[in-house]
């Protein structure tokens, strides 16, 4: 028997094997390029190809949303792991040579896993071994490196002072590089602000391979890095941070409520009172659907956590004049120190060590889809019915809507002391997140299109022109249109409505340090347009 072979065949095949030539020549030239361009041979020491029998795991370990843990997912040619600056300044400048992407990867949370995926050919930087954090309780400072986890943080300060704190997230694994460039917040939010509000010096690769910090980069620099979008501006491998004062004594208060507990009601008031207590006062609340008492029926529950900065006497008289329909009672608070409360809002058990802090491992990792909205104007009891409707939907089971009320700390800050556009005017913040654990395309698309029906319906009750959304939770459904498309006029209009008083400085910015944009952030509005307006 005869093959015949057609001439476009073997076009096509020497092609295919020509570009893969081209594409390990590349990876080759790179690696090279890497040990030329480090000022010493311990480089060597921290690249990992996929030859590697340690990639995998690597590459894997940080991964927090399965939805990017599949084959499917595109992989880096290579990860490394520096152990310097100079590491980093290698692979900025050999990267720009060979053409390939970076991907800057410090707790690995980034909810569309932007921090290790790109569909272009790439390599991560994962800062995971510099992450030393340097605590000067005297001073009130601390020097924290990037690739340092939340968690890490406030374990060092907990063994320096019982009474000094700082106002991050509650996640402990949560690397302080993308949390601290995002506008990263915690339960500390309305006492003292975003943890990028108490960023004082910073350390920065550039895109020329340049060591920078504050004075050397310049104020302009140095705003932007702080809340206009992580990977937007450079590589920030330290952060000099202003550590904040809290009492010796705090409580926490846990307060479930359900439907058949008036949960409407209670809800539509928080709206009410949650921003304009006082700032010493954090009420948030988690809405979700749980089993009823009833056999086979679901109903929904509302989870109210409060942190006080003080003891459980003074809170309850609080609680009790500004939001009675909550009926707390001192069973259901504890007083603890500022440390133990953040295990508590990290929802470990009582008692836990501190050392579960050090975990650079959520303690339960699974699927999700997650957005947000900022609510400027109560919304109606309508309007959480309708939620309940979706939350009893089969997608719905394991679903959350986590609100966190803003006033205080966050109503005083001016919008342009930052690039955080969020302040004066929200009541609260809102966070959906649909969780799920089967495998697949089809329960991952079921999922996430819940998650954008449930987005349609909130419209007429949340933010708008435009439609706020907090950029550390990413999501890349913003700006694009039905058919995934986003157009440079679409972004621009969105972006500029959304960064208001601050577009034209960041798009400044960007321009200035990165004109290239060679440090793409897929979900930050001033580099796309940085790099469209040069070239036309």
């Known amino acids: 028997m005869k093959f015949m072979i057609s001439i476009p065949f073997v076009f096509v095949l020497l092609l295919s094997l020509h570009c893969m030539a081209s594409a390990d020549d590349t990876h080759q030239s790179f690696l090279q390029c890497l040990s030329q361009h480090s000022e010493n041979t311990s480089i060597s020491k921290v690249i990992y190809t996929q030859h590697n029998s340690s990639y995998s795991s690597i590459l894997e370990f940080t991964i927090q949303n399965l939805r990017f843990s599949t084959p499917a997912t595109p992989k880096p040619l290579v990860i490394i792991k520096p152990l310097q600056a100079s590491h980093v300044q290698a692979v900025i400048n050999c990267s720009q040579k060979y053409g390939l992407q970076v991907r ?15 569909e272009l050919p790439f390599v991560i930087i ?30 060092k300060i907990a063994n320096k002072s019982r009474t000094l704190a700082f106002p991050a997230g509650v996640c402990p694994s949560v690397g302080v590089g993308g949390h601290f460039s995002g506008g990263g917040y915690g339960i500390l939010l309305r006492k003292y602000g975003l943890a990028a509000d108490h960023v004082v010096d910073a350390h920065l690769i550039d895109v020329k391979g340049r060591f920078l910090d504050r004075k050397s980069m310049g104020e302009d620099l140095f705003w932007a890095i702080r809340g206009g979008g992580g990977g937007s501006f450079g590589v920030v491998v330290a952060w000099k941070i202003k550590l904040v004062d809290v009492p010796s004594t705090v409580t926490v208060c846990s307060a479930p409520r359900t439907l058949e507990q008036n949960l409407t009601k209670i809800i539509h008031r928080w709206q009410y ?30 989870s109210f956590e409060s942190l006080f900065l003080g003891g459980v006497d003074g809170l309850l008289p609080l609680m009790h004049s500004s939001f009675p329909e909550l009926g707390l009672v001192k069973e259901e608070c504890k007083e603890t120190s500022w440390i133990e409360s953040v295990l508590h809002f990290a929802r470990f058990e009582d008692g836990e060590s501190l050392d579960v802090l050090l975990s650079r491992i959520s303690i339960v990792k699974s699927s999700f889809k997650s957005k947000s909205d900022y609510v400027r104007e109560p919304m109606p009891e309508t309007a959480f019915e309708g939620i309940y409707r979706m939350f009893y939907e089969r997608e719905g089971e394991n679903a959350e809507i986590a609100m966190v009320p803003y006033g205080g700390k966050m109503s005083e800050i001016s919008e342009s002391e930052i690039p955080f556009p969020h302040r004066a005017g929200n009541i609260y913040k809102m966070q959906p997140t649909v969780f799920w654990s089967e495998g697949g395309s089809e329960a991952s698309e079921r999922h996430i299109n819940w998650s954008r029906r449930l987005y349609s319906f909130l419209a007429p009750f949340v933010s708008k022109n435009p439609r706020a959304a907090y950029v550390n939770y990413r999501d890349l459904d913003i700006g694009t249109n039905n058919k995934g498309y986003t157009s440079y006029k679409q972004a621009s209009i969105w972006g500029k409505k959304y960064f208001k008083n601050n577009f034209d400085r960041l798009v400044h910015v960007k321009t200035m340090v990165d004109p290239d944009n060679f440090f793409k952030n897929e979900q930050s509005i001033p580099p796309l347009l940085s790099s469209r307006k040069k070239r036309g």
């Open 126 to 155: 994962d800062l995971i071994d510099l992450r030393s954090i340097s605590i000067d309780a005297e001073e009130k400072t601390a020097w924290v490196q990037g690739g340092a986890t939340i968690g890490e943080l406030y374990y």
């Open 104 to 118: 800057v990867r410090s707790g690995g949370h980034d909810y569309e896993g932007l921090s290790y995926v790109s």
């Open 273 to 302: 009172v949650a921003d304009k207590t006082t700032e010493d006062l954090l009420n948030t609340n988690i809405l979700r659907s749980v089993n009823s008492t009833v056999e086979g029926k679901r109903t929904m529950q509302g």
